[in-house]
Antibody, heavy 118, light 108 residues
Framework: QVQLQQWGAGLLKPSETLSLTCAAS????????WSWIRQTPGKGLEWIGE???????NYNPSLKSRVTISVDTSKTQFSLKLTSVTAADTAVYYC????????????WGQGTLVTVSS | EIVLTQSPGSLSLSPGERATLSCRAS???????LAWYQQKPGQAPRLLIY???YRATGIPDRFSGSGSGTDFSLTISRLEPDDFAVYYC?????????FGGGTKVEIK
């Protein structure tokens, strides 16, 4: 049974860095891509980017300048950092497993609400 | 990027009725790379359909997907109480991956 457990700070001030981590268990870590998706009431679901166990990444161009996704294969974890956050980054952030690069997400974490407020 | 437009925005139906949801893409989605998800309040989305018409593991056969090019649809043949939720389409044929705005299926 594949499980994704995510955690990270839920309240940030503008200009701070968002940092979330997701631990994958119950399946192969190396055969899939791992991604982050966020959801806001205004913009809906937005794909942030993906990473493979090798460290190969792809990012959404709209966030690319501020996003870093990294991986720790020894812990089967991957992480999201988003710099210089503003209120527009307030969202529920999900980690997901993707079948392959640029593919659908077949497993999702529970979601983390991140609020940016001064 | 490909923009996905879902219609209607909401659908009010009774259990046992048929639901048909539409997803239209701003340009052709390559290789029918279109997925559908179901989301209930407070939960993460759940994959229902991938490849436009293939049901994900454990998804009942009352859910079916069809379409190609720019026009896709999700049909729920007979609504059950557990099916009332928001449904999203997603294209993964070109980067960045994008989602539609959702269709809410409500109990009439």
């Amino acid at each position: 049974q594949v499980q994704l457990q995510q955690w990270g700070a839920g309240l940030l001030k503008p200009s701070e860095t968002l940092s979330l981590t997701c631990a994958a268990s119950g399946g192969s870590f190396t055969n899939y891509y791992w991604s982050w998706i966020r959801q806001t009431p205004g913009k809906g679901l937005e794909w942030i980017g993906e990473i493979k166990h090798s460290g190969l990444t792809n990012y959404n161009p709209s966030l690319k300048s501020r996003v870093t996704i990294s991986v720790d294969t020894s812990k089967t974890q991957f992480s999201l950092k988003l710099t210089s956050v503003t209120a527009a980054d307030t969202a529920v952030y999900y980690c997901t497993r993707q079948y392959s690069s640029g593919y659908y997400s077949d497993y999702w974490g529970q979601g983390t609400l991140v609020t940016v407020s001064s | 990027e490909i923009v996905l437009t879902q219609s209607p925005g909401s659908l009010s139906l009774s259990p046992g009725e048929r639901a048909t949801l539409s997803c239209r893409a701003s340009q052709s989605v390559s290789l029918t790379s279109l997925a559908w998800y179901q989301q209930k309040p407070g939960q993460a989305p759940r994959l229902l359909i991938y490849g436009a018409s293939y049901r994900a593991t454990g998804i009942p056969d009352r859910f079916s997907g069809s379409g190609s090019g720019t026009d896709f649809s999700l049909t729920i043949s007979r609504l059950e109480p557990d099916d009332f939720a928001v449904y999203y389409c997603q294209q993964y044929g070109s980067s960045p991956l994008t989602f539609g705005g959702g269709t809410k299926v409500e109990i009439k």
